[in-house]
């Protein structure tokens, strides 16, 4: 595969490298008025659940890397809750379909096959977290910002599940049938005072879950309601809020309604639907043998670096056919991947890998304001340093998109890439495993892709036939302090 015309290299070291190397990197920034892609919510009611403590969570993760063409997006796979699984699978994959072209959307933001960047910095990014996961309720957002959609493009969406009646259900359901006129004349009164607010919206019975999508109740057990920017009022208003009351809200809450209501307040006991058989995946306890003494100087090296991981079942097969090659890697990790999996990441700083930060949800940190970035970058060293008792040094940008902005808002040192395998792109192992095996050169860095089965495949074979050719497998840090 051709190498990357975005990066220079391995940033080997200091500022002057970094300063040269990146004049392709300047994209336009407007960062002061941007969303983050939700990350920065720190209202986020609930915002107390551990998905580490979830059985069997599976993080589905979609990305691109790759600044032709930027997208990343992220959704929770529960055990026992699959028709909401299905239901975020399927909102994600419209828009995901919607942004890339594939259902003929003139709105195609993706290059063409000429491998010109796509137009006007457009940028999906679909990333959750959860509301409630406590007894029998689930509650997730999903967040979307598509920097290619009209006004700020910031979409909120919260998907429940009832586990004791098994089913999927809106948020509007929180409230009895009864009590939905009540409901609607309470939040068309506090939004009457707002500006430019249309509570007249509401009165629209066809549309009101449409309209009534992102509700969830605050650790006060008072109720949120969220509505993106435009969807009641002029684009110019911004998103509005409406919460009304714990007493307010409480004679009109359905049983289900009482249940979310509880659970957010006192979460006690973790989740439960039902689904307690779902064993755990397994994970590699493959303990490293003291420090890497290789010596790049005298035996050729490469560095392997694995994005946007960690993933189940992946990321522990790939741990398995590294320790059988003594190989050590470099791991970029997300942050709210190494929240749900923080055992893989241990495994993995265990097994004497390299733990690196590549943000917290995949945006593109050059649109980002400096403390958005740092909220990121922070964020994800610390959710690292929770599961292995390390804080990294490395970050790899998302997109390898990086300026200068980027690079003063934090003290991690930027790695980018020599040989790009675009794994995203051709789902084909050996091919991805031929794109390597092909072209890359003594001292180099590779990335793929740990949330891809047919990357983790191609690994096998690139260990295989580099090895026999007298590779020697290291981390970035081992090679750059030994070259
Ligand atoms: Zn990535």
Redo the contacts with the bound molecule.
């Keep these: 595969m051709r190498k990357s015309t975005l990066a220079p290299v391995l940033l080997l070291l200091g500022s002057l490298a970094l300063t040269t190397s990146c004049a392709t990197d300047s994209v336009p920034s407007k960062a002061d008025s941007a969303p983050t892609g939700g990350t920065d919510r720190g209202t986020d009611p609930g915002g107390g659940v551990d998905p580490a403590t979830i059985k069997g969570l599976k993080i589905v993760s979609d990305?691109?890397?790759d600044r032709s063409c930027r997208w990343?997006a992220s959704y929770p796979d529960v055990p026992g809750a699959s028709s909401m699984t299905d239901a975020m699978k399927e909102d994600v994959e419209r828009r995901l379909a919607g942004f890339r072209g594939e259902d003929g959307s003139p709105s195609a933001q993706c290059a063409d096959s000429s491998g010109e960047p796509g137009t006007n910095g457009a940028e999906l990014n679909v990333s959750f977290s959860f509301l409630v996961a406590s007894g029998d309720v689930l509650g997730v957002r999903l967040t979307t910002l598509d920097r290619a959609s009209a006004g700020d493009g910031l979409d909120t969406r919260t998907y429940w599940y009832d586990g004791k009646n098994e089913a999927t259900v809106s948020a509007f359901e929180f409230m009895t049938e009864d009590s939905q006129d009540a409901f609607i004349a309470a939040v068309q009164k506090t939004l009457k005072g707002k500006e430019g607010a249309d509570p007249a919206s509401l009165d629209d019975t066809e549309n009101r879950t449409v309209y009534l999508d992102d509700m969830a109740f605050n650790a006060d057990g008072a109720l949120r309601v969220d509505f993106d920017r435009g969807s009641i009022g002029v684009p110019a208003g911004g998103r509005y809020t409406v919460t009304l009351p714990k007493a307010t809200v409480a004679p009109w809450l359905s049983d289900f309604g009482k249940r979310v209501q509880r659970r957010t307040v006192r979460p006690g006991a973790g989740l439960d639907l039902g689904a307690g058989s779902t064993p755990s995946a397994t994970v590699p306890t493959h303990t490293a043998d003291g420090d890497d003494t290789t010596d790049c100087v005298e035996v050729k090296c490469i560095a392997l670096t694995f994005?946007?991981g960690p993933a189940t079942p992946h990321t522990a097969t790939l741990l398995k056919y590294l320790a059988e090659y003594d190989a050590r890697v470099t791991f970029?990790t997300?942050g709210q991947n190494v929240a749900a999996h923080p055992e893989l990441v241990r495994a993995e700083a265990r097994a004497g890998h390299e733990i690196g930060n590549?943000?917290w949800n995949?945006p593109d940190l050059t649109r980002l304001t400096p403390g958005e970035i740092r909220s990121q970058l922070t964020r994800t060293n610390a959710a690292i340093k929770a599961a292995t008792g390390k804080e990294p040094t490395l970050f790899?940008p998302?997109?390898g998109a990086i300026d200068g902005k980027v690079r003063s808002a934090t003290t991690l040192s930027p790695v980018l890439w020599d040989v790009d395998t675009e794994d995203w792109k051709h789902p084909d192992a050996s091919r991805v495993a031929q794109s390597v095996i092909s072209t890359v050169a003594r001292n180099e860095v590779v990335l793929i892709?740990d949330i891809h089965p047919t990357s983790v495949e191609a690994v096998a074979e690139i260990l295989r036939t580099l090895t026999d050719r007298g590779y020697h497998f290291v981390t970035v840090s081992h090679l750059r302090a030994t070259l």
């Design positions: 990305n691109s890397d990343a994005d946007d970029f997300v590549h943000s995949h790899r998302p997109y892709h």
